[in-house]
């Protein structure tokens, strides 16, 4: 072969960002197209590539002792595949017109422009970071990445009070609340809404409050913070609020984040309304055929309402870059949409929820009829049955299936991906009746949970 | 209201069988119908009324301390209901032509005639019985009714020795090997087949196998049982086979179970090829518009195979008697018929299958693709994360999902749950590769197990 000229005529494809999207599509381009078809440049600014942010959490809270664990693949490995991979360099600018982007050594301050035929942009989400005085005092701290995560394991392990506020109730909030708790800390977790786990209805978060606090976890809902105060060494001692001041030796803020599309915006791609890049089916960004995008910087489409919404998600990440890398590489391979699938836990506490709540539906003018059950886990008389509520909400007259929320024990989370599929599948709630579900009476009672929620969903319809 | 002329012109249900399909059925008619509409007369030749069978081997175990825990409703509860219970009453003979039943009090020995305007059948199963000497002999066990269930306790009370056989490795086998574990016998299973759970593919069925083997229980395969032999006292002694002899204390009999339908085949009611009754969708005797039929002696249709199964499962039965009972009260209510799933455990081991396995697609005509991974039931650097080989069939060309066969330990089992509702749905194999499942470290992988089957299965349709 010669090389030269395989050099010449090969197409670049540059990456922007080297975690779950972006090296997930860098690789999967690489297995439909050798390096001397397709040469691959990925510039990341952090110190990690390919690793779990979602398992940070577990880290805080020791059940993962090493962050080598979460590192799906190092720098090295992609190395090892023909990716030039260039570490703490950060994409500065995309010029679309010239198709190129100018990238800094972050060392050496030294910036360059480097050309691309096919471009995947992969630039993530950043945290919500509320602007108030105080908040970047030592001893706060985001858990977005994992040099945050070491960050806060450093402050924890130097930190003599026991004392910590979560200021946030979602996902990230109830996960670090959590390993708080597992490192013995007494845990105040400080949230805006009125319940905790806003991406469930209300009366579901409910009850996740009330087990959190049977936890021994102390839950300030309906609060807002205001600032964090200091001590006389400029370290965080406190949280304030309007109306209280909650004694803080260590702060996580789990607020959320937003898709980081600075550099996507200043180079006049198309955003949408939740600031995430838009994308067709093909995850290619709207209106520009060489140039992708995915992972928590886009917007997906979300089947059940129709509309788009901001999701970051690992699980979603690595599809987006499946789909990314195999357009790049020249195959078919389609993103068509969520469902809003999400399972969490604190502690024994299962939480789960996929497609719409009360209020999502309302927005987006459906009308609906909505029901609450009681059952177990498992057969009633099985050793280790625990209570589920299971909600269900049904379009009005269609009867179409439109979400599912889940709190219980062990066996509840992972439940609501009966739902999902019934979802993807535009099933009614009189069909899903109907499932032939696993029945045994170590994994559920004779009528599943989703069934019973079905059936009564079902009749609520037929009235409807 | 006058209740003389109410009684001369109220219908007159007759229900055979007072266990899951039958009282379901007794007691949706009764939401449904008031006794002044609607008289129920419900016959059942045993002890028990609404039991769960499927909980026999758990209470043998000793998991369920009571058999009252396995009841759901008693002889009592239901007469509350204005149900006319007839207990240890068996009934002999349909007259269709005469829409009649004759009864025997099996106390008394007492014979009646008892009309109906509408007949429900459900008279269950039967354990099948291999017909060689010494099956009868005290010591050898059969677990299809609570009565069986007793007399196996109360056996393993008064036996010394703590030698168990086990004659089958289906559903019931596996888990009255884990029964007698718990109870501290050493278990052998003999099994005619190549590997235990045949409604495994022996692929999967191998890895049963050796997990069972690993929990300290003996496997005997390929070993058809020829008689049961006993000692001066007349107990079972031993078990033979063509080629060996095991020692027996105990010996239970789960080789599986046919359809009871003597009763309907006599009356000339239509009965399939596995010798279950045929219903239509509303679970109505095929060209009998005022009997219905369901439970373990009702063939059901395969959704996906689009033939007749033999299916002894009381999740199936609870739903046949809600369907029943509807259709009789009036309403409307179908069974569209089933994807064969099923779950079982025996120990921390975790079984399942739905849909086909290699040898039901043969035989039906499907050309398919077969794919087996191995994974992990949670992300693999969360504790707890144990392995799990998830097996998938889809048919050529065009894709779409034909069975799923999961084992595994915690976490596997309900998994299977997402196959049987994308069969349920024609769900092809790449659209599985969509879905959005509940993804957290403590949950799944970023790429769930069914997925990252769906996902090879894919790859493998489209060079098919």
Chains 1, 2 share one sequence.
């Not at 995309?94 to 198709?99: E, K, L, P, S, W």
């Not at 004694?247 to 980081?260: C, F, T």
Request: aromatic letters at 4%; proline letters at 4%; glycine letters at 12%.
């Amino acid at each position: 072969m010669n090389m030269s000229r395989t050099r010449d005529t090969r197409e670049r494809l540059v990456v922007i960002g080297g975690d779950a999207a972006g090296m997930s599509a860098a690789s999967q381009a690489r297995r439909l197209k050798g390096p001397d078809e397709l040469e691959i440049v990925a510039f990341e600014r952090g110190h990690f590539t390919s690793y779990s942010a979602c398992g940070i959490p577990y880290w805080v809270g020791g059940e993962v002792t090493e962050p080598d664990q979460l590192i799906a693949r190092t720098p090295e490995e992609h190395r090892e595949r023909d990716i030039d991979l260039r570490m703490r360099t950060e994409v500065m600018e995309i010029d679309v017109g010239r198709q190129r982007v100018r990238a800094r050594d972050l060392e050496s301050g030294a910036e360059s422009w480097t050309s691309y035929d096919k471009l995947v942009i992969a630039t993530g989400a950043r945290p919500i970071r509320p602007d108030m005085p105080g908040v970047d005092a030592p001893g706060v701290h985001g858990v977005q990445t994992l040099d945050d995560g070491q960050a806060l394991i450093d402050t924890l392990a130097h930190t003599r009070g026991r004392k910590a506020v979560v200021v946030g109730a979602g996902y990230i909030g109830v996960e670090m609340a959590e390993a708080l708790i597992n490192r013995g800390y007494e845990v105040t977790v400080i949230n805006r809404g009125s319940e905790p786990m806003s991406t469930l209805d209300p009366d579901m978060g409910r009850l996740v409050h009330e087990a959190m606090e049977g936890l021994g976890i102390t839950m300030a809902d309906d609060a807002a913070v205001t600032k964090v105060l200091t001590g006389e060494d400029g370290r965080v001692r406190a949280v304030a609020t309007e109306n209280a001041e909650y004694p803080a030796d260590v702060v996580v803020l789990g607020i959320g984040v937003r898709p980081e599309t600075t550099l996507a915006k200043a180079a006049g791609l198309p955003l949408g309304s939740h600031g995430g890049l838009l994308t067709d089916l093909a995850m290619r960004v709207r209106g520009h055929e060489n140039i992708w995008a995915g992972g928590d910087c886009v917007e997906v489409l979300d089947l059940v309402s129709g509309q788009e919404r901001h999701i970051a998600l690992g699980t979603h990440a690595n599809k987006h870059g499946q789909v990314i890398g195999t357009g790049v590489g020249g195959g078919y391979a389609t993103f068509p949409g969520v469902v809003g699938t999400a399972v969490s836990k604190v502690c024994d506490l299962e939480i789960a929820r996929t497609g719409l709540r009360e209020k999502d539906a309302r927005r987006v003018g459906l009308q609906f009829v909505s029901v609450t059950i009681e059952s177990t886990s498992r057969a009633g008389y099985y050793p280790g049955a625990s209570p589920m509520t299971v909600k269900m909400l049904a379009e009005r007259r269609t009867g179409r299936l439109l979400g599912v929320q889940i709190v219980g024990r062990e066996g509840a989370g992972k439940r609501v991906d009966i739902a999902a599929v019934a979802l993807t599948a535009g099933m009614t709630v009189e069909q899903m009746t109907a499932l032939d579900l696993g029945y045994a009476p170590p994994f559920s009672p004779v009528w599943d949970p989703v069934l019973v929620a079905a059936r009564k969903a079902a009749a609520k319809v037929r009235a409807s």
